[in-house]
């Protein structure tokens, strides 16, 4: 599907299921505000069961306007999130992925002023507004690991939170991830990672070449 313009829907803009399914080079916008659920966003995933590589691709869209999260991504793996221009939006962040494995995130642009956060997802939950947001808490398979988050601009009280569950145990929270090049400047805290080196046999997120602190290639806050 490309090409279109998503308003007015009652809840989500547009809800990807099926595999391989890719939006581009639309605008979804002001969509959710009479959702049963309570808000709705701009494009949701998920594969309705056991998580799997639905792999959907969401590239080159404007999102805008939505009181939920934008791009809001649950339990699905092997997708990719590239080139879209994000803002004005509520939910949990801009780009949010619960327990995704396998994500390549590259080269969107995310200003968010007014998410709320989600309390679906208690052990994750941050009230302030979060560029991208990824979360493990659930003791499952891949969990929120392997993902790939590069040349991204983001802004918000985060820029990017890698967040779980690790006062249950050490491993419950996003590992293994690819974090490069990306932009927060205008964030209160640039980035966040709830895995300190260390603090299981492995799984270390690596981080490169991002201004996390303000200054070029600096490291996250661990917490």
């Known amino acids: 599907f490309r090409d279109m313009r998503v308003e007015g ?44 590589s639905v792999a959907p691709r969401i590239i080159g869209n404007t999102i805008q306007d939505n009181p939920g999260t934008a791009v809001d991504i649950n339990n699905v793996d092997g997708g990719e999130i590239r080139n879209n221009t994000i803002s004005g939006n509520g939910g949990i962040a801009g780009i ?12 969107n642009t995310a200003y968010v ?9 208690p052990r994750c939950h941050i009230p302030q507004p979060v560029g991208i947001w990824i979360c493990q808490d659930e003791d499952v398979y891949n969990g929120a690991n392997g993902n790939t988050i ?15 569950a690790d006062e249950a145990q050490p491993y419950l929270v996003p590992r293994f991830n690819v974090l490069t090049g990306n932009d927060v400047f205008g964030s209160t805290i640039g980035c966040a990672d709830d895995y300190a080196p260390g603090q299981w046999i492995d799984g270390d997120n690596t981080w490169s070449g991002n201004n996390c602190r303000g200054t070029p290639d600096s490291l996250p806050d661990y917490f």
């Open 9 to 52: 829907a009652a809840c989500d803009g547009i809800d990807m299921g099926g595999t391989g399914t890719t939006i581009e080079n639309s605008i979804i916008t002001g969509n959710g505000g009479a959702c049963w659920i309570g808000v709705g966003g701009g494009v949701y995933a998920e594969t309705g069961g056991a998580q799997n």
């Open 96 to 107: 949010a992925v619960y327990q995704g494995h396998g994500w390549t995130i590259d080269g």
């Open 113 to 121: 002023n007014g998410a709320t956060g989600n309390d679906a997802h």
């Open 150 to 164: 590069s040349n991204n601009h983001v802004a918000g009280h985060y820029g990017i939170i890698l967040i779980g």
